[in-house]
């Protein structure tokens, strides 16, 4: 396979977030695999600001105990932290530009072997949602035609990790919908049964169940299923008198 039909799977792959078994772990450890093999990289790693505002490192999802150490001080400190603030690329012109930028960092990344280090955002549009780390052994930082495509990458990631957010969450709206509808109809069912049982109105009836499920505590659905399954009575309040309006 040549590099450019490389190139063309790889972006295949980030774009493929709708299918059913869809994994984002295993979505985002591909993508440090595949930064690996493209790029002029020795190590890339993922970082995400979900749960909570703080950077965490999700993948790769096996990291040797030196790259964890990394990933760890990457975390609080250093260009992953930068390029997520800053919503641009963030690298180190040399290891002495790197210790001076981030001391902790640059320790934990020395003691693991690695000598440079760019991190680039993972943005869409205003939405900033982490960064993508790019670990190397060498002494040249990496050349201009791959900070390109590592954006590219870390761009197309971007947008299938908030396209899948943006599915997973109208499915909820939509069950969320569904549950509401079905829940209305049992409560409907629930309040023509009570009215029938205790010979009143389908406002008492309703009133009833409401009540019921608040000093019960609990779902007012679940006390309609009640009355339909099990034959609960809640009590009913007499009506309320209606005011004389009559003129003498």
């Excluded at 779902?219 to 309609?224: E, G, I, P």
């Amino acid at each position: 396979m040549s590099r450019e039909q490389h190139i063309a799977r790889t972006f295949v792959e980030l774009a493929d977030t709708l299918v059913e078994d869809y994994d984002v772990i295993d979505f985002l450890h591909q993508l440090t695999v595949r930064c690996q093999e493209l790029l002029d990289v020795t190590a890339a790693a993922v970082f995400l600001t979900h749960p909570g505002p703080h950077l965490h490192s999700p993948a790769p999802c096996d990291p040797s105990p030196a790259l964890q150490s990394v990933l760890d001080a990457a975390c609080s400190e250093g260009p992953a932290v930068d390029a997520y603030g800053a919503a641009r690329t963030a690298t180190a012109r040399d290891s002495a530009d790197s210790a001076a930028r981030w001391p902790q960092f640059t320790t934990a990344l020395s003691a693991a072997g690695y000598t440079l280090t760019t991190a680039l955002p993972m943005r869409l549009r205003r939405e900033n949602i982490g960064s993508l780390l790019l670990l190397r052994t060498g002494e040249q930082p990496l050349n201009a035609d791959d900070l390109t495509l590592a954006q590219a990458l870390a761009d197309a990631a971007t947008i299938g990790l908030i396209q899948a957010r943006t599915i997973r969450q109208q499915h909820t709206v939509n069950e969320q919908l569904h549950t509401a509808l079905q829940s209305r109809i049992i409560i409907e069912q629930a309040k023509g049964v009570l009215a029938a049982r205790s010979n009143v109105t389908l406002n008492q009836a309703f009133e009833a169940l409401r009540q019921h499920a608040r000093h019960h505590r609990v779902l007012l659905s679940n006390v309609a299923q009640d009355v339909i399954d099990t034959g609960l009575t809640p009590a009913v309040a007499p009506a309320r008198p209606q005011p004389n309006t009559a003129t003498e």
